[in-house]
């Protein structure tokens, strides 16, 4: 026998707030659609007209035919993929790495006081410059442009988990203390629940990130991936393949962006 659940009994007022919040929702969703369309028809109509030079800054319909062209060659997804798998494996590394570290440094205040500056100061440093290096410590192979995409995004995950840790109520803390709670505890029923919207900040900062190591590192040494296409296409002045690849780049990074704001709001909910 099947339970029917009633339905709440809103009142006038709170229906007209809900269709109003609604209303708003729909009209930005709609203006960023918009927006978009906008900004690629105004871009192919300058093309056409010849207002712009289209062999440097390309158009969607140029876009369009490499696109088709990649896929017919059987490449496309060649390349999307490495660069996916990339990205991926140096996000999650970076996240879980940032997060443990985190953790250590928020039990031990005087660790803590001794690693922060150096924390600050591997944060400041340019990856770039590393390049270099980390082809003749790691190769030449995915493992260094993982490592940079590790090494970009792992920083600045330490230190948003830490300031996440930090900023709990002290409060609970002084309760959870007063009550014997062990450090364990204390983090497993207090800090780690407290914390999640800064988990999902950390998380929306280290995408960009990761696509940004992912890329540089495929900038540097590469033989396959959307960086390499980028490099290649601007080498060659085929500025339609470096537009086709930078496009497909923002198609990823948001999907990537919009997946983590999905699992934010039912995680923090």
């Known amino acids: 026998m099947k ?17 109003k919040q609604r209303n708003k929702k729909l009209i930005v969703h709609l203006s960023r659609t918009f927006l978009l369309i906008a900004i690629l028809g105004i871009w ?37 993929g490495i660069t996916l798998m990339e990205t991926l494996v140096g996000f999650v590394l970076a996240v879980v790495v940032g997060y443990a570290v985190a953790v250590v440094l928020w039990a031990s205040e005087t660790v803590r006081k001794v690693l922060e500056p150096y924390i600050v100061v591997l944060n ?15 190769g030449t192979g995915y493992d260094a442009i993982i490592f940079m995409t590790v090494l970009v995004s792992v920083i600045v995950c330490i230190m948003n988990m830490l300031a996440g840790f930090i900023a709990v109520d002290k409060t609970k803390l002084t309760l959870m203390k007063s009550m014997g709670a062990s450090r364990i505890t204390t983090l497993r029923k207090l800090i780690i629940p407290a914390s999640l919207p800064a988990l999902m900040n950390t998380l929306k900062v280290a995408v960009g990130l990761a696509w940004i190591g992912s890329i540089m590192g495929e900038y540097i040494v590469s033989k396959a991936g959307l960086g390499y296409l980028i490099v290649y296409g601007g080498q060659v002045f085929k500025l339609d393949l470096v537009m086709t690849a930078t496009f497909i780049l923002c198609v990823l990074a948001g999907g990537m962006y919009g997946i983590i704001a999905l699992i934010e709001k039912k995680v923090v909910k």
Do not use: M
């Not at 339970?3 to 269709?19: N, T």
């Not at 990649?70 to 390349?79: A, C, R």
């Open 44 to 80: 192919e109509l300058l093309a056409q007209l010849k207002a712009v030079n289209p062999f440097i800054t390309s158009s969607p319909s140029r876009v369009c035919v490499t696109l088709a062209s990649l896929y017919t060659e059987g490449t496309l997804f060649y390349h999307i």
């Open 124 to 138: 400041s440093l340019p990856k770039i410059a590393l390049g270099p290096l980390i082809i003749i410590w790691i």
């Open 3 to 19: 339970i029917k659940k009633e339905k709440p009994d809103y009142s006038p007022e709170h229906l007209a707030y809900l269709k």
